[in-house]
């Protein structure tokens, strides 16, 4: 029995040698065929011997086509490719690549982007250099006028009004203060400052103006008193070119009188500039 059994196993490795290369290269459809065939009925039982011989005529390999070399392949082994796989030919593109072309022409201006938002402010750059001296201005035009004047003689009130003429002369600058007429012209437009003083007389009243042009400005007044006392008026106006300012006493309605005599003086009157019409 032992024989037998190893009988068995050397014939189906024979089979295994001889069919296994010839059912991996036998195509699709001869495939199922022979499945099909399989279903059917089997054949009788052969012999050993008459198997074998009919085995070795049927696949006995012819000279011009001779099978691979016999190999012994499992159940579970997959199945040798046919053909063996060609490798892709690799080709180095640096090789290919030619000489570097001409410059094109300058194609035309695209449109304008829309505007940015405004960037953050940049950081303070160094500070420059001293630039050099530039040339010499223009003399800074001064303007300047005034003039105080005295008068050393009472004067009394009548039937008209009476310009107060001065006969004392302290500061007259360009001569803008006229001592005949007892008015100041005005040759230098802005704005002045003036002051009128003078003593009362006793028992007699005290009514003087001051005048720019024909208008009565501000008024200098003292009631009548049984002693008589310095009385003072000032005040600013602006004056245009030719202007005219002086003091007028008012006319006899009432008696009306400023005092003073030769030895002292006791009336004045004084103005000067205190900004230039065109001075900011």
């Not at 107060?164 to 007259?172: A, G, K, Q, R």
């Not at 200098?220 to 300012?245: F, G, H, N, P, T």
Request: charged share 25%; with cysteine.
């Amino acid at each position: 029995m032992g024989s037998g059994v190893q009988g068995l196993v050397l014939g189906c490795c024979l089979l295994l040698a001889f069919w296994g290369p010839v059912l991996s290269h036998m195509p699709r459809g001869q495939q199922d065929l022979q499945e099909q065939e399989g279903t059917q009925k089997p054949p009788p039982p052969m012999d050993h011997t008459e198997r074998d011989e009919d085995k070795q005529e049927k696949h006995s390999p012819s000279p011009e086509e001779e099978l691979p070399a016999s190999r012994c392949f499992r159940c579970c082994d997959p199945v040798a490719p046919m053909y063996q796989a060609i490798p892709v030919p690799q080709i180095n593109i640096t090789i290919l690549k030619g000489e570097k072309g001409d410059r094109g022409d300058r194609g035309l201006q695209g449109k304008y982007g829309k505007t940015g938002s405004v960037g953050a402010r940049g950081h303070i750059g160094p500070k420059g250099q001293k630039g050099s001296m530039g040339a010499p201005g223009d003399r800074c035009k001064n303007h300047y006028a005034a003039f105080s004047v005295g008068r050393k003689k009472p004067l009394h009130s009548n039937d008209y009004y009476q310009t107060v003429v001065f006969d004392t002369e302290f500061v007259n600058l360009y001569g803008h203060f006229n001592m005949f007429t007892g008015r100041f012209y005005c040759y230098v437009p802005g704005i002045y400052f003036f002051s009128l003083n003078v003593h009362t007389w006793n028992q007699k009243e005290t009514y003087l103006h001051i005048m720019r042009n024909t208008e009565e400005v501000v008024i200098l007044y003292a009631q009548v008193s049984d002693r008589s006392i310095m009385q003072s008026q000032s005040l600013m106006l602006e004056l245009r070119e030719q202007d005219e300012v002086w003091v007028r006493l008012f006319k006899g309605e009432r008696e009306n009188a400023i005092f003073s005599d030769e030895f002292d003086t006791y009336i004045t009157f004084s103005g000067y500039l205190v900004k230039h019409a065109t001075e900011p």
